[in-house]
């Protein structure tokens, strides 16, 4: 028997957003070590696909183009590769693309106005605003 799929996983739309992460392994390093420190990016993605399943496919296979690059660390010179790890999130879009459409959402439950208001960002702090270069990344 095949289940219904609940609305809110469903996407009338046929637009998805999707976010995977990938990290810079070091050719030199201790592979086996699972708590060595790494740089890794959480990249997130629009997708147009007709139902979940192809939404999913498609986020990992965007995800997937990034693994065996590889590229050289400028400050230290040593060597690496790109390892993707996999989806971090896939949420359908229910309304059609078009300026001010709501793409994202959280839902914050029982926290203080307090919490909340000190969610907020001064216009230089948000991220489009910060010019200063970022962190050397290989």
Not at 93 to 101: L, Q
Not at 114 to 125: G, L, S, Y
Request: hydrophobic share 30%; glycine share 6%; net charge positive.
């Amino acid at each position: 028997m095949r289940r219904r799929i609940p609305h809110r996983n469903r996407s009338p739309s046929g637009w998805w957003i999707a976010s995977y992460i990938e990290r810079y392994e070091y050719h030199d390093e201790l592979k086996r070590n699972p708590n060595r420190r790494c740089l890794a990016w959480e990249n997130t993605i629009l997708l147009k696909a007709p139902d979940r399943e192809a939404a999913y496919r498609k986020a990992l296979a965007t995800g997937r183009l990034c693994e065996g690059t590889e590229s050289r660390d400028e400050r230290t010179g040593r060597r690496g590769t790109w390892r993707f790890e996999g989806l971090t999130s896939l949420l359908p879009i229910y309304d059609d693309i078009e300026d001010g459409v709501e793409v994202l959402w959280t839902v914050h439950r029982g926290r203080s106005v307090k919490t909340i208001r000190a969610m907020v960002r001064r216009k230089q702090d948000l991220e489009t605003f910060q010019d200063e270069p970022p962190d050397p990344m290989p």
